[in-house]
């Protein structure tokens, strides 16, 4: 809990590829009002859909209290980018934010959240992924975010692609029998794996509706099916890959550290969770893994109480 600032409010934003969650917070971190909205990526969505939806929930959240949030966090993908950041702390502007606007990796804020604001580890896996850590020191290292065209392994539209892959080599022939092909098919309502071609490349597969694909991998792997096991095993090894990167460049190896797991594909995936933990205890055998169980706009609204008393020190990038 934090004291001495009763009539200070803060918003602590997490802004990310399927949803938005906006919190506003007193000076001693009572969460007031929350509001959702879809996600808000720049690479995705685009700046006004962004302005648009970030708008949205600070409206809601703020309500008929006519407060003014001294500080306000927002957690969102890509801002490690310079342009992204400008393009964001213009956003911010816009609606009416000239100061007192803090804006960080999204992967920071579910850190904060789930291992305070010491040195921790974060995987996210959800409709993207990355690892992300920071030391004592106060130095962060980061693998992966780098969208689902040039990376995200282990997130969700990585392992339906990978889904979707099996399927349609099994039909050529290439790859061994699935109980993907049937769960796939079903799924989508399609004849036939040809039906795939019209659907991902002349209906536009949506991002997001990658996500029941990969639930498909969950089921077809829990019925035994070889083909998905080894998606699933290799999204894991992935996934441990990233954080192994983040560890070694911060020299984390021998520490004692919480490493916080987070997004939909752990959510939906318990599976995952267990092989990830194993992977981790090779990895960082001092670290402490855990699922974040709750809301990761809790460790905006920890950074925006942090700044407005000057305490605050984003990790600066090795």
Same mark, same amino acid.
């Given at each position: 809990?934090?004291?001495n600032f ?9 802004a990310?590829g399927? $949803?938005?969650?906006c919190?506003l ?8 009002a929350?509001a959702r909205g #879809?996600?808000a990526?720049?690479?995705?969505s685009g700046?006004?859909? =962004?302005? $648009?939806?970030l ?6 959240a703020i309500?008929d209290?006519?407060?003014q #949030?001294?500080i306000v966090?927002?957690g969102?993908?890509g801002?490690?980018? #310079?342009?992204?950041s400008q ?7 816009r609606?009416?934010? $000239?100061?007192?606007?803090l804006? /960080?990796n999204?992967?920071l804020v579910?850190? =904060?959240?789930?291992a305070g604001?010491?040195?921790?580890? /974060? ?12 030391d004592a020191?106060?130095?962060a290292?980061r693998a992966?975010g780098w969208g689902?065209l ?9 392992i339906?692609r990978?889904?979707l892959?099996? =399927?349609? &080599?099994q039909?050529d022939?290439?790859a061994? +029998?699935?109980?993907l092909t049937r !769960?796939v098919?079903?799924h989508?309502?399609?004849?036939s794996?040809?039906?795939l071609i019209?659907v991902?490349?002349?209906?536009g ?5 990658m ?5 498909l ?5 829990d ?5 998905? &096991? +080894?998606i699933l095993?290799r999204?894991?090894?992935e996934?441990?890959? *990233?954080a *192994?990167?983040v =560890?070694s $460049?911060?020299?984390m190896r021998?520490?004692?550290?919480r490493?916080?797991?987070t997004g939909g594909?752990f959510?939906g ?12 205890a090779?990895?960082a #055998?001092?670290?402490?893994v855990r699922? !974040?169980e709750?809301?990761?706009?809790l ?10 008393r000057g305490?605050v020190a984003?990790?600066?990038y090795?």
């Amino acid at each position: 809990m934090y004291h001495n600032f009763p009539d200070m409010h803060v918003l602590g934003i997490d802004a990310g590829g399927s $949803k938005t969650v906006c919190l506003l917070a007193d000076g001693e971190g009572n969460v007031l009002a929350e509001a959702r909205g #879809p996600g808000a990526n720049l690479q995705t969505s685009g700046e006004l859909e =962004v302005e $648009k939806v970030l708008h949205q929930v600070i409206d809601e959240a703020i309500g008929d209290r006519g407060v003014q #949030p001294q500080i306000v966090c927002v957690g969102i993908a890509g801002v490690d980018r #310079p342009r992204d950041s400008q393009a964001l702390a213009t956003i911010m502007r816009r609606l009416g934010f $000239k100061s007192g606007t803090l804006i /960080v990796n999204d992967a920071l804020v579910a850190l =904060v959240a789930g291992a305070g604001i010491g040195p921790g580890l /974060v995987i996210v896996a959800g409709t993207g992924s990355i690892a992300y850590g920071r030391d004592a020191a106060g130095r962060a290292a980061r693998a992966g975010g780098w969208g689902y065209l040039l990376g995200d392994e282990g997130a969700g539209f990585w392992i339906g692609r990978l889904a979707l892959s099996a =399927v349609v &080599r099994q039909f050529d022939g290439r790859a061994p +029998d699935t109980m993907l092909t049937r !769960l796939v098919l079903e799924h989508m309502r399609l004849d036939s794996p040809r039906d795939l071609i019209q659907v991902v490349y002349e209906g536009g597969l949506h991002r997001q509706s990658m996500a029941g694909v990969a639930l498909l991998v969950r089921d077809a792997a829990d019925g035994g099916d070889a083909v998905a &096991r +080894d998606i699933l095993a290799r999204a894991s090894a992935e996934l441990v890959a *990233a954080a *192994a990167s983040v =560890v070694s $460049k911060l020299e984390m190896r021998g520490l004692p550290f919480r490493t916080v797991l987070t997004g939909g594909v752990f959510r939906g995936m318990p599976a995952m969770v267990a092989t990830v933990a194993a992977g981790m205890a090779e990895v960082a #055998p001092r670290s402490e893994v855990r699922c !974040l169980e709750v809301e990761p706009a809790l460790g905006a609204v920890s950074l925006a109480l942090e700044a407005a008393r000057g305490r605050v020190a984003v990790p600066t990038y090795l």
